[in-house]
Nanobody, 123 residues
């Protein structure tokens, strides 16, 4: 089955950390670039980080660069988003996504989406 499954969301106080995980089916992981997005209530979906297929490069949105890190474990077909120094403004539903063409992810589009995992940061 072709799918993405996120986990790792939760509630944390400002300044805390969380690590999100996204397990991809074999077909998706082998053939797609991976990315993390988020969407807060009443706001547009926002791209956060992209991992190029094969781990050959990364790209971060300016507002999370230095606080968020995207990484992968190929043995687990898992893409992670490590988040540090979380702020209340980081509260959102976080989504994992995959696309065959890197420009799609960089433009906020994807071929596959996970179901999302909620992150809530309290002050």
């Amino acid at each position: 089955q072709v799918q993405l499954v996120e986990s790792g969301g939760g509630s944390v106080q400002a300044g805390g950390s969380l690590r999100l995980s996204c397990v991809a089916s074999e077909e998706i992981y082998a053939n797609n670039h991976m990315g993390w997005f988020r969407q807060a209530p009443g706001k547009e979906r926002e791209g956060l980080a992209v991992m190029y297929k094969g781990g050959v490069g990364t790209h971060y949105a300016p507002n999370v660069r230095g606080r968020f890190t995207i990484s992968q474990d190929n043995s687990k077909r898992t893409t992670y988003l490590q988040m540090y120094s979380l702020k209340p403004a980081d509260t959102a539903m976080y989504f994992c996504a995959a696309a065959r063409i890197i420009s799609q992810l960089l433009q906020g589009r994807a071929d596959y989406w996970g179901q999302g995992t909620q992150v809530t940061v309290s002050s």
